[in-house]
């Protein structure tokens, strides 16, 4: 199954997101550790991108990774997310990205917890808590 794109333009988007939201959202920063608002959030809900709304992650399989930033160990749904190469700063990484809008969410390590062995380590610029 194919998520629909969403696009706007880079005016678009800056008005409708935050700077700090639109830099590392739109153009791939990263928040400093422990300094975003979801990387200790223990409530129950999901994580749904903030550009575009779409469901990406659960806080039933958030854990604790120790880095400073909120981590899951899988998406919602696989076909929510793109991971794609990213070769920045002189290091080989896989980038994760909305698959709906194309917003940078973080980065995918293997270091994760049972059952997939992966940690998704986000943004939390780049996402928006829904309580349930």
């Not at 939201?21 to 200790?40: D, I, L, M, P, S």
């Not at 959030?41 to 749904?48: S, T, W």
């Not at 980038?95 to 992966?118: I, Y």
Request: hydrophobic share 30%; proline share 4%.
């Amino acid at each position: 199954m194919q998520v629909e794109k969403v696009q706007k333009t880079d005016e678009e988007w800056k008005r409708q997101l935050s700077p700090e939201q639109y830099q590392v959202a739109r153009h791939a920063g990263t928040e400093r550790a422990f300094t975003g608002k979801y990387w200790n959030n223990h409530e129950h809900g999901l994580y749904r991108c903030v550009c575009c709304g779409n469901a990406l992650f659960s806080s039933d399989t958030k854990f604790e990774s120790g880095t400073g930033w909120p981590s899951f160990y899988e998406p919602v749904a696989k076909q929510n997310v793109t991971v794609k190469r990213d070769i920045s700063f002189g290091m080989a990484r896989a980038e994760v990205l909305c698959a709906k809008c194309d917003a940078h969410l973080g980065h995918v390590f293997d270091d994760g917890p049972r059952p997939t062995g992966l940690r998704y380590c986000m943004n939390s610029a780049s996402l928006d808590f829904i309580k349930s």
